[in-house]
């Protein structure tokens, strides 16, 4: 079945350095790559999506790469600040087709020291 | 993601009880979506639904069913089945393509007495 695959499963950086957080999805019909943002007890919040028809995207200090013949993606976040500690969960959605279902990475909880 | 509205906040469960987690949107969305959250772990599908009055198993329907006689409301029903229902439970909406973007409600925190 589907399934996606998140690492790591925490990581700890000093503020001002970059994150990076790597996921492997197997339906190679898989056509849209969210990444939300989850602080404690609170719902996950989208903070960027890729369509499969785009390589990269980025928006300020966040960024999504896709490597579709890897089927791999990632999140890069530079100039970590301390408000970017939180659970970072991607996911991958086949937006054709009879299900249209998210399937969620296991989350990273990234902690940025300040 | 205001539209969504999860209810209660915080709910507890006796042994061999039925209790009922409401959720409700409107933002006109088709789809609606339950998923279940352990700690420390990710989002696990509960069931989903496309379409008013269809849905469908997720990866971990036993012990839990729904319904969606409205658009607007999709509640999840934990039966007694369920052994081990102490978990954060998330519900979440998506309008049909090309707005692929979901929406999450709050959550319910369901605990076991």
């Known amino acids: 079945g589907e399934n996606v695959e998140q690492h790591p499963s925490t990581l700890s950086v000093q503020e001002g350095d970059s994150a990076v957080i790597k996921c492997t999805y197997s339906d190679s019909a898989s056509n849209y790559f969210p990444w939300y943002k989850q602080e404690l007890g609170k719902r996950p919040q989208l903070i960027i999506d890729i369509r499969s028809n785009v390589g990269e995207k980025k928006d300020q200090r966040i960024a999504v790469t896709l490597n579709k013949t890897a089927k791999h993606f990632s999140l890069h976040i530079t100039e970590t600040q301390p408000e970017d500690s939180a659970v970072y969960f991607c996911a991958a959605l086949r937006l054709r087709g009879a299900t249209n279902k998210l399937i969620f990475g296991t989350g990273t909880l990234l902690a940025v020291q300040p | 993601d205001g539209g969504i509205t999860q209810s209660p906040k915080y709910l507890f469960r006796k042994e061999g009880q039925n209790v009922t987690l409401s959720c409700e949107q409107n933002?006109?969305?088709?789809?609606m979506y339950w998923y279940r959250q352990d700690p420390g772990q990710g989002l696990r599908l509960i069931y989903y639904s496309q379409i008013v009055n269809d849905f469908q198993k997720g990866d971990i329907a036993e012990g839990y069913s729904v319904s969606r006689e409205k658009k607007e409301s999709f509640p999840l029903t934990v039966t007694s089945a369920q052994k081990n229902p102490t978990a954060f439970y998330l519900c979440?909406?998506?309008?049909?393509?090309?707005?692929?973007?979901?929406?999450f409600g709050s959550g319910t925190q369901l605990s076991v007495l």
């Open positions: 979440a909406s998506r309008a049909r393509v090309p707005n692929e973007k979901l929406f």
């Open positions: 933002l006109n969305h088709d789809a």
